[in-house]
C-alpha cells in the first residue's frame, strides 16, 4: 500500500509538471509586429507663380482673340483676302501689343502656355487655300514660298524667336469638291505633315463646305466624318481637335449641334472639342463660366470696326470695357484678380488638375511700390510745406504776402 501509495504521490506530484511541459509545445507563437508602410509624401499640387502681380496683373478669365483668314495674296484688301503687307504688319501689331500666337487646341484644351504678362492670340486660316502654303521647286527640295502665309510666319519666327510657329489650318481635304489641300497636285499631304512637324496644327472644315443649316444628323455625320478619315489617312500623325463650321452656318436644328462635336462615319468616330463660327469678336478664357464649346466666335481681318487690328486696340485700351487673358506664366495655375472670381469655373479648373488663384489686385500700375511705415512718407516724393497764402493773395520771392485787392479803410 505504501509503495502504491508513493508511486501515485509522486505521480500526482510530476503530473502537472508533465502537463505543463506537455503544453509548452503548443502554445501559439507570438506574432510578428506588422510592417507599418511608411505614409506616401504627398505630392504637392500647382502653386502660385512667383511673379511680381502688381507689375503683371494676370488675369487668365479674360478674352482671347481668335483671328480668321482665308487669302494671303496680292496688294490689295477684299473680300476673304489680306493683302501680303497687311499681313505682316498685322503680325507686327500683335507682337508690339503683347500678344504671343498659341493654337486652338491649346485654347480648347485649356493648356495655355505663353509667358508671363503675355496674351495669347489665335491665327486661323479657312479652306487650304494656295496662298496660304504654296512651295516652290528648286532641283533638289521644296522651298516655302516666302510670300505665302506659312512663308511670312516662318521669318517673322526668325526675327522673333519669342513669337511661336503655332496656327490652325482648317482644311478641306482632297474631294471631290476639292482637288488638292493648299491647292498644288500631289503635295497635299506633304504639306499637312510639314505644318504639324513646324508646330502648326490641322482642324476639320467638312468635306464640300456647303451650308449645314438644314443638313439632318446623318449628312452633318458624312460632312465630317469623311474629312476627318481623309485627312487622317494622308496625316495619321494629326489631332483633329477643332472644327470651323462652313461660312458660320450653324445648323437650325440646335439639337443637331451634339454632331459638330461627335459622330461617325464608315464606322470610324471623330471628336471635336470646339466648333467655331466666321465672326465677331474674341472668345472668353477656357476657365471662364461664359465659354461653351458649341459656338465660338472668330474675328475677321479686316480694317475698320470689329477687324483684327481694331479688336487689338480695344482689347489693350485701358478703359475700352474688354478684358484681355493676360498670362501667369503657369499653363497649371489660372490666376485673376478677386474681383474677377464670380467668373471663374472653378469647377472645372479643379477637374483639370489646376489651381484657381484669386488675387489681391493692386492699384495704379508700373509694379511694386516701397512700403511705408505709419507716420511716413514716400522717399521718392519730395515733402512740400504747407501753402498758408491767403485766399486772393500772392507770396513774393522774400516771403512777404501781398494782398490782391486792397482793404477798405470803411469810407
Not at 487650304?128 to 521647286?137: D, G, H, K, N, V
Not at 445648323?251 to 466648333?275: F, I, N
Not at 469647377?347 to 512700403?371: D, H, M, Q, R, V
Request: with cysteine; glycine share 10%; net charge positive.
Amino acid at each position: 500500500m505504501l509503495k502504491r501509495s508513493s508511486r501515485f504521490a509522486v505521480t500526482s506530484t510530476l503530473l502537472p509538471l508533465l502537463a505543463v511541459t506537455a503544453g509548452c509545445q503548443f502554445l501559439p507563437k507570438q506574432a510578428a509586429a506588422p510592417t507599418v508602410a511608411p505614409a506616401p509624401t504627398p505630392k504637392p499640387g500647382p502653386q502660385p507663380p512667383k511673379i511680381d502681380y502688381a507689375r503683371i496683373r494676370p488675369n487668365e478669365l479674360g478674352q482671347i482673340p481668335v483671328i480668321m483668314y482665308h487669302e494671303i495674296k496680292g496688294t490689295q484688301n477684299k473680300s476673304l483676302t489680306r493683302s501680303i503687307a497687311d499681313f505682316r504688319k498685322d503680325l507686327e501689331l500683335m507682337y508690339e501689343a503683347g500678344f504671343r500666337p498659341v493654337n486652338l487646341s491649346d485654347v480648347v484644351n485649356d493648356r495655355i502656355d505663353v509667358p508671363p504678362g503675355k496674351s495669347p492670340i489665335v491665327l486661323t486660316f479657312d479652306d487650304a487655300r494656295a496662298s496660304q502654303f504654296r512651295l516652290i521647286e528648286t532641283a533638289s527640295s521644296l522651298k516655302v514660298d516666302e510670300d505665302c502665309a506659312v512663308g511670312i510666319m516662318e521669318a517673322f519666327n526668325k526675327k522673333h524667336p519669342d513669337w511661336a510657329l503655332r496656327g490652325t489650318f482648317f482644311v478641306l481635304p482632297k474631294s471631290k469638291s476639292t482637288l488638292e489641300t493648299f491647292g498644288q497636285p500631289g503635295m497635299g499631304a506633304q504639306k499637312m505633315a510639314y505644318l504639324i512637324e513646324k508646330g502648326f496644327e490641322i482642324g476639320n472644315h467638312s468635306t464640300s463646305h456647303k451650308s449645314m443649316r438644314k443638313m439632318t444628323p446623318a449628312q452633318i455625320q458624312q460632312e465630317l466624318g469623311y474629312a476627318n478619315n481623309m485627312i487622317l489617312s494622308e496625316v495619321p500623325d494629326a489631332r483633329i481637335d477643332v472644327f470651323a463650321v462652313p461660312m458660320g452656318v450653324f445648323p437650325k436644328d440646335k439639337t443637331s449641334w451634339q454632331y459638330l462635336l461627335k459622330g461617325t462615319y464608315e464606322g470610324k468616330e471623330y471628336r471635336h472639342k470646339a466648333a467655331f463660327a466666321a465672326a465677331w469678336r474674341p472668345i472668353p478664357s477656357p476657365a471662364s463660366k461664359k465659354y461653351s464649346p458649341y459656338q465660338l466666335e472668330r474675328i475677321d481681318s479686316i480694317n475698320g470696326t470689329n477687324g483684327v487690328r481694331d479688336w487689338i486696340k480695344k482689347l489693350t485700351t485701358t478703359g475700352s470695357g474688354y478684358t484681355r487673358y493676360v498670362s501667369d506664366g503657369d499653363p497649371n495655375v489660372i490666376s485673376f484678380p478677386k474681383g474677377e472670381g464670380s467668373l471663374a469655373d472653378t469647377g472645372k479648373i479643379k477637374a483639370g488638375g489646376k489651381l484657381a488663384y484669386a488675387y489681391e489686385p493692386f492699384g495704379g500700375t508700373g509694379g511694386s511700390k516701397p512700403i511705408i511705415s505709419v507716420g511716413g512718407s514716400d522717399p521718392n516724393v519730395q515733402d512740400r510745406p504747407i501753402d498758408t497764402t491767403p485766399p486772393g493773395a500772392k507770396r513774393t520771392t522774400e516771403g512777404t504776402v501781398i494782398l490782391q485787392t486792397p482793404i477798405s479803410s470803411g469810407g
